[in-house]
């Protein structure tokens, strides 16, 4: 796999890994991550014609893959996407839920009650539904890992971004919740807070072109510069494995300092 520059070790080897919101930017760099590190990849997602792009990509390398599109939205989606799993594969060990994006931005009292709940369905109501069905399958399977991708929008404030920040904490309680009531039953559950990260919405927000190297992506953070999506998912490769069977509940900061200021 192209991803073993970046320190992949197989430490998810023959694991059945669901990715939500995997066909670009940070959920397609986790998918081709973990089947780097030997999982097989369940990645799900609107855009077919990424996700099945996605999923050629990673058994032209050598691995293992299914493409199930899904709106997470959903929750009949959610539901078909890992019942899909467990059909092709026999189980699932892990999942990811990566959906999320700005719906609502200005200030609070001009945000108009149809944004407010897209942007909570999107950003929250999502990672519910994927708890609610991931959960269940992965003890099924005699226990795993779940990570919820909360950003720093989740523990700190955005101004003229409520709704966003609102579903965001709403994540990380979610977790933590989640994280307590399937401990005993084998299950661990962490929430990520990432910063700003060189994906393709980022540098349209910036108006950066692509050929931009990512190390010359500006942000407000300590380091002075935004995440390579890779930087993410090797995180999340800890998170699933057995190396961090002793972390659950936390919101695990991957910001640049930015949450530390």
């Known amino acids: 796999m192209s991803d073993n520059q970046w320190g992949a070790t197989a430490r998810l080897k023959s694991k059945v890994v669901m990715v939500v919101g995997a066909t670009s930017g940070i959920g397609r760099a986790i998918s081709l991550r973990a089947a780097a590190e030997g999982a097989i990849v369940v990645a799900t997602g609107r855009r077919a014609d990424l996700g099945k792009g996605l999923a050629a990509d ?13 709106d997470a ?34 200030p609070l009292d001009r945000i108009a009650g149809d944004a407010w709940r897209a942007e909570l369905d999107l950003n929250l109501t999502s990672v519910f539904h994927g708890l ?5 399958a992965i003890r099924a399977a005699g226990g795993g890992a779940v990570v919820n991708n909360a950003s720093t929008a989740g523990v700190s ?8 920040t609102a579903a965001k904490h709403g994540v990380v309680g979610l977790t933590r919740s989640a994280a307590l009531e399937w ?14 990260v ?11 072109p692509a050929e931009l190297p990512t190390h010359e992506l500006s942000a407000p953070n300590p380091t002075g510069r935004v995440a390579d999506p890779r930087e993410i998912a090797g995180l999340v490769a800890y998170l699933l ?9 936390a919101a695990l900061p991957i910001d640049g300092g930015a949450t530390a200021q």
Not at 157 to 164: C, D, K, R, T
């Open 157 to 164: 404030a955005v101004p003229g971004l409520a709704a966003y």
């Open 241 to 249: 494995s057995d190396e961090a069977t002793f972390i659950t509940g």
């Open 58 to 70: 990673i058994v032209a390398s050598g691995g293992q893959a299914l493409f199930v599109r899904c």
């Open 73 to 106: 939205t959903v929750e009949g989606d959610v539901a078909a996407a890992v019942e899909a799993a467990a059909a092709e594969f026999g189980r699932l060990d892990c999942a990811v839920n990566n959906v999320g994006g700005v719906v609502a931005a200005g």
């Open 183 to 196: 401990a005993d039953r084998g299950v661990r559950v962490n929430a990520l807070v990432t910063g700003n």
């Open 198 to 208: 060189d994906t393709p919405l980022y540098r349209r927000l910036l108006g950066a």
């Open 132 to 136: 609610k069905h991931q959960l269940p």
